[in-house]
């Protein structure tokens, strides 16, 4: 696609319920990344895919959070047994070929809410 | 492990007026440093990046940064301010060795922009 792909821009949830976010890569780009957005806390990675190489997962703050990419393009970032502080703005970017001086193309974000 | 600090939360100047804003990175070699902006509504876009010779270098929308390895920093400048200009900015490390490595970013510097 033209840009990177992100849905829903919204989901609201009550705290305990299970959601899943989606990413859609720009076409092509062998790298895709999750972030978290909190207020007041930057960015905060969560997980890396690039190619067929194992994910890093070193960000995943808890082991409710899982993320799979599934044939090198879409990603889903899978938030189980959801809690208030799990509320923020969930950012995907994806780049060419993952390596440290890439420039990363993010998409809009997925706002998430706990109640 | 890389990390970034970006001392000023929010800052606001008139515009017209210059502008500075502050990045402290910490890696134990040279880093890949960037600057990116979220303008409001919008996604995290490329202002500029650094990763070797000239430790001055231009970006988008008249912004520059330059890189002192003795100080550790990548401050962010732009001579005159437009209201345009009022976003949040971040300020990124990657690794420079080994291939990929996650990109870290700062908590972010708010920037509002009086007429």
């Known amino acids: 696609g033209a840009g990177v792909s992100q849905s829903p821009s919204n989901k609201v949830t009550e705290k305990g319920k299970d959601v899943e976010l989606r990413c859609d890569p720009i076409?092509?780009?062998?790298?895709l990344y999750w972030y978290r957005q909190s207020l007041g806390q930057g960015l905060e990675f969560l997980i890396y895919?690039?190619?067929?190489?194992?994910?890093?997962k070193s960000g995943l703050p808890s082991d409710r959070f899982s993320a799979e990419r599934t044939g090198g393009s879409v990603s889903t970032l899978t938030i189980q047994r959801t809690q208030q502080e799990d509320s923020a703005v969930y950012l995907c970017?994806?780049?060419?070929?993952?390596?440290?001086?890439?420039?990363?193309?993010f998409g809009s974000g997925t706002q998430l809410s706990v109640l | 492990a890389q990390s970034v600090t970006q001392p000023d939360i929010h800052i606001t100047v008139s515009e017209g007026a210059s502008l500075e804003l502050r990045c402290n990175y910490s890696?134990?070699?040279?880093?890949?440093l960037f600057w990116y902006v979220q303008s409001p509504g919008q996604g995290l876009q490329l202002l500029l990046k650094?990763?070797?010779?000239?430790?001055l270098v231009q970006g988008i929308k008249g912004f520059e940064a330059e890189f002192k390895r003795s100080q550790s920093s990548f401050n962010l400048r732009k001579p005159s301010v437009h209201w345009s200009d009022a976003a949040e900015y971040f300020c990124?490390?990657?690794?420079?060795?080994?291939?990929?490595?996650?990109?870290?970013f700062g908590a972010g510097t708010r920037l509002a922009v009086h007429p």
């Open positions: 970017a994806s780049s060419l070929e993952g390596v440290g001086n890439e420039k990363l193309f």
């Open positions: 890696y134990g070699a040279t880093p890949y």
């Open positions: 076409s092509g780009h062998t790298a």
């Open positions: 895919f690039q190619g067929n190489s194992a994910p890093d």
């Open positions: 990124a490390v990657g690794a420079a060795s080994g291939g990929y490595n996650k990109l870290i």
């Open positions: 650094y990763f070797s010779g000239d430790t």
